[in-house]
């Protein structure tokens, strides 16, 4: 009987390990291509790449992270234990390890302490720039007959200025770019307002203002985009934000800062005694302006043009430094292990060249002498032992056999000088020296006559 094919089967498909990770990445990069995850920061590094790589955790799980060099110097703050933070990113695959990571893109601190943090880093690091150098501070145009301000249409603080300015000087051109001075896209509407003057050429001196409030009121003008607008604006700006006891970033970066926003109005605008000294000075500020103008412009043309190939190249250039940390990682496992193994063959070589000792060796026999030796003093101690017991009795029996036992009885031993017994008186000269052996000594007597 004939088997037929059963073609209603699924067809198997075989994926390698590399396609099927990539198909995972693919489909993670569609899913999550720009998402904020809220989390405490959790294992933080930096690399000698230049990456920071770091967990983000909750009480429920956590996710691997890595933010690329490129990116880092970017971040508002670097990333630090334990602080909590907002992250946004993209989820992606690192195929080496088959594992999935967020590659953040923006850092976001969350509370004051980390505002705090956050402020401080941040200060730290345009200091070192030289942003708040001030040898690059450029002093107000003698006459700026163009001011814009960037600030929140709304408010008695724009109100206050335009009294001023107005009062000052009549006639005075100015411009607002409204803006938010507070809250989400806030820092965007202030870095384009700064960026609107900047690219117009109209503005001789531009106001960056803002009322009091508490730190995370300010916090839009601690950014550090906001920092780099005025930094490179190429009109003097002047920070009036807050009250005269805040100070923010852009305080600090400013050609000058005004303790309030009135007070910034009264510094940029001269008293109408003083306009005709400085006059002469107001051609050359023009001109100077329009050139950083155009100079701005080309390099932004510039930039747009290879803005996307910069950005595909910066992904596989971080992908490549992510693979080295990873080799070197895997390198110093692999180091400590082979040091550890040639520290245990040592250490047997040194044990089996101690136990071909010749001072080894010695001791040992030594102690081998030293046992066979109290060993002998035993046997020796024993035999004596057992000879002494043998021997009492016959002491004994030849005691009592002894002739001192018979001179205690009060019997005497005669003898001549020369050790002869006398045991008889015939043996006895008259006057011959003799000696008589008696149980307490000896008496040296001579002989009488005989009778």
């Keep these: 009987m004939q088997q037929l094919p059963l073609d209603w089967l699924p067809q198997r498909r075989t994926y390698t390990v590399g396609e099927l990770t990539a198909e995972i990445r693919a489909l993670l990069n569609d899913a999550y291509q720009d998402i904020w995850v809220s989390g405490e920061i959790s294992g933080a590094k ?55 990571q967020l590659i953040v893109e923006v850092l976001e601190p969350r509370g004051f302490g980390a505002l705090q943090l956050a402020f401080e880093q941040l200060k730290k690091k345009l200091a070192e720039e030289g942003l708040f150098d001030a040898a690059r501070k ?14 929140s249409p709304q408010g008695a603080v724009i109100q206050d200025m335009l009294n001023i300015l107005l009062r000052r000087f009549p006639g005075i051109h100015i411009r607002l770019y409204p803006a938010l001075v507070q809250g989400e896209g806030s820092v965007e509407q202030i870095v384009r307002g700064i960026q609107h003057f900047s690219k117009s050429a109209w503005a001789q001196a531009v106001i960056v ?10 916090w839009s003008f601690n950014d550090e985009s906001v920092a780099r607008a005025i930094a490179g604006c190429p009109v003097p700006v002047i920070s009036a934000v807050g009250h005269e006891t805040d100070f923010t970033i852009a305080d ?15 510094l940029v605008v001269p008293t ?90 010695f001791q040992q026999a030594h102690r081998r002498l030293d046992a066979a030796g109290a060993a002998l003093a035993r046997c020796v101690q024993s035999r004596l032992t057992a000879s002494k017991s043998a021997f009492a009795p016959l002491e004994a029996h030849l005691t009592q056999l002894s002739p001192l036992r018979v001179l205690e009885r009060g019997y005497a031993i005669v003898q001549k000088t020369s050790g002869e017994l006398v045991k008889s008186p015939r043996m006895v000269k008259p006057g011959e020296p003799l000696a008589v052996r008696l149980a307490g000594g000896t008496l040296d007597v001579l002989a009488a006559k005989r009778k």
Excluded at 53 to 69: G, N
Excluded at 322 to 331: G, S
């Design 46 to 100: 930096q690399a000698s790449s230049g990456h920071f790589y770091f967990s983000l955790k909750d009480q429920e799980a956590k996710i691997d992270c890595v933010v690329y060099r490129g990116t880092a110097r970017f971040l508002k703050f670097k990333p630090r234990d334990g602080v909590a933070v907002l992250a946004r990113g993209r989820v992606d695959v690192y195929d080496q390890r088959g594992q999935y």
């Design 209 to 218: 203002a803002r009322g009091g409030g508490s730190l995370e009121d300010l």
């Design 252 to 266: 600090f970066v400013a050609d000058l800062r005004a303790p309030t926003p009135s007070a910034a109005a009264e």
């Design 272 to 361: 109408r005694e003083s306009l005709e000294d400085r006059i002469g000075g107001c051609e050359r500020k023009l001109l100077q302006g329009a050139r950083l103008t155009l100079a701005y412009r080309l390099r932004r043309l510039h930039q747009q043009g290879i803005e996307k190939a910069s950005t595909l190249m910066h992904r596989r250039i971080g992908r490549s430094l992510q693979r080295v940390d990873d080799a070197e990682y895997r390198l110093r496992v692999r180091s400590r292990e082979e040091i550890e193994g040639r520290r245990r063959a040592l250490a047997g070589l040194q044990n089996r060249l101690l136990s071909c000792d010749v001072r080894v060796k």
């Design 138 to 151: 450029r002093p107000l145009p003698p006459l700026p007959a163009r001011i814009g301000i960037v600030t």
